[in-house]
C-alpha cells in the first residue's frame, strides 16, 4: 500500500534488517529497540489494525505466531520468557497501521505495561 512505511520496508524500497522472510510474513529488527531483542513481525498482506482481521485471516495471524516463537528461539529468549505486544490504535499507542506483533525480550519484564 502505498504511504505504509511496513509496506515499503516488504518492498525492499526502505532498508531494515530482516532477521526472516517468506511468503506470507517478514520480521525485522524494531528501528527503536526497547529491550535487548525487539523485533517486529508483520504480514506482507496491509492490514490496517486488529480490528481489520476478516476470517479469511485467520491462518495467516496463527502463521505470524509460529514464525514469532521461531524468532524467539532463534533469538535465545523463548525459555527465559518473551512478549509479544500488538498496539491497537491511538491510545495504545500504535503509530504505523499495518499490524505487527513486537517480540520483546532479553530483559525482565514488568507489569502493568506503561
Ligand atoms: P507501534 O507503535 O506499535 O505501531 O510500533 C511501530 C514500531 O515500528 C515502533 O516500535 C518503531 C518501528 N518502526 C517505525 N518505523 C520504522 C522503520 O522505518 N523501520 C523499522 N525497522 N522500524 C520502524
Known sequence: MRDCIFCRIIEKKIPAKIVYEDEFAIAFEDINPQAPVHTLVIP???ISTLLD???EDSNLIHHLLKVANKIARDKGIAERG??????????????????HFHILGGRQMHW???
Do not use: A, M, W
Open 112 to 114: 502493568p505495561p506503561g
Open 82 to 99: 518473551f512478549r509479544l505486544v500488538t498496539n491497537c490504535n491511538p491510545e495504545s499507542g500504535q503509530s504505523v497501521y499495518h499490524i
Open 44 to 46: 506482507k498482506k496491509h
Open 53 to 55: 482481521l476478516k476470517d
